[in-house]
């Protein structure tokens, strides 16, 4: 399935979830704030990050979340360019940016995406242009 | 005397005529557009003309248009988020154009009344591009995204480098550069200043054993 065929059928999945009465929580929207539109699309397409549904009692909400991917691609990225400056972390050090991506308020997905921005690939996938 | 039209403000129109792209009609009417979108905002805005650093102290009174325009180098937009927060960060940016390689700059992050900038990780920035006349749709989309995400954000997030070397870190660049390495360096010091990280250290050779 091409990018554009996945961000179609994203859209629709949100879509549908929206009119089942689902809406941004706070923790998404600061989230989506903090990524952009175009980084939040690109996140999903590339299974960066993810959407959790919570009905609460019927109030409906949905976070945003980063999947295994991204902390797998990040903490095997930081890992391997440490060793290659000769560091490794620190197992609190591991346990501190592990806790980035349990915990994903908006302070720490900057976190990580600044972690990413030293990494060899970047950003370049959140940065992907669409036609 | 020279004929050609003052602004209101009584400053020269320098957009008349023939003027670089760094500063003609169209650039002026993006970069005020971009200072009404910062003061809604709530940033406190100044403009100022980048002069040629060798007209700077030209008396431009009598300068014809063309002579004036000569001396101007490009446009600077400078902005800053109006107050601070406990700790003195605040949030800033800068657009320029620059009439000698036709490229608009932008740099947008936060600043600090109380740390000198050199503490700041990657000096404070959070975007730095420069795009030439040609990639004004990257610029804008740019734009768009610190209009969007930076101007909005309430909280002040800084990140700090320590001020000197960690003692475990042996290979701390001496200039603060900006590239992708320089920059991991700067997190290998402050990691190692915060206990993330260690350096590896060299396996002991185990000393035969004799018969």
Redesign the interface.
């Known amino acids: 399935m091409s990018n554009t065929e996945i961000e179609k059928t994203l859209m629709k999945e949100v879509k549908e979830m929206t009119e089942q009465g689902y809406r941004p929580s706070t923790q998404a929207v600061d989230f989506v704030?903090?990524?952009?539109?175009?980084r939040a699309v690109n996140g999903l397409t590339h299974d960066f990050i993810t959407i959790k549904q919570h009905n609460n009692d019927g109030d409906k909400r949905f976070d945003v979340i980063p999947t295994e991917t991204l902390k797998n691609e990040v903490m095997d990225g930081l890992t391997n360019?440490?060793?290659t400056?000769?560091?490794?972390?620190?197992v609190?050090?591991e346990k501190?940016?592990l806790s980035y991506f349990s915990s994903p308020t908006?302070?720490n997905m900057?976190a990580i995406i600044?972690?990413q921005?030293?990494l060899p690939n970047?950003m370049n996938e959140w940065d992907e242009q669409h036609e | 005397m020279n004929s050609w039209r003052k602004r209101a403000d009584g400053r020269p129109d320098f957009t008349e005529g023939s003027p670089e792209w760094a500063f003609n009609k169209d650039t002026v009417d993006q970069l005020t557009t971009i200072m009404r979108q910062l003061e809604k905002h709530d940033y406190i805005v100044q403009t100022r003309i980048l002069w040629n650093p060798d007209d700077k102290d030209v008396d431009k009174e009598s300068l014809t248009l063309e002579e004036y325009q000569d001396c101007i180098n490009g446009l600077s937009v400078l902005a800053h988020k109006r107050g601070t927060d406990k700790d003195g960060n605040y949030y800033k940016v800068i657009v320029e154009t620059d009439a000698g390689d036709d490229s608009i700059n932008v740099l947008a992050g936060f600043g600090s009344e109380k740390r000198p900038m050199d503490d700041l990780w990657n000096q404070g920035l959070i975007y730095h591009k420069k795009y030439d006349m040609s990639e004004l749709g990257k610029f804008s989309a740019l734009w768009e995204?610190i209009n969007?995400?930076l101007l909005?954000?309430k909280d002040v997030?800084p990140?700090f480098v320590p001020k000197r070397p960690h003692p475990q870190h042996r290979?701390y660049p001496t200039d603060l550069s900006s590239n992708?390495e320089d920059?991991?360096?700067e997190?290998?010091d402050a990691?190692?200043d915060?206990?993330?990280?260690?350096?590896?250290r060299k396996q002991k050779k185990s000393e035969p054993e004799s018969d």
Do not use: H, M, Q
Request: proline residues 2%; positive net charge; charged residues 25%.
């Open positions: 704030k903090v990524l952009g539109p175009e360019k440490l060793k400056r000769g560091y490794s972390l620190t609190s050090g501190r940016i908006a302070f900057k600044g972690l921005t030293l970047g | 995204k969007r995400n909005t954000i997030v990140i290979d992708i920059r991991f360096s997190f290998i990691a190692l915060s206990g993330v990280v260690k350096r590896i």
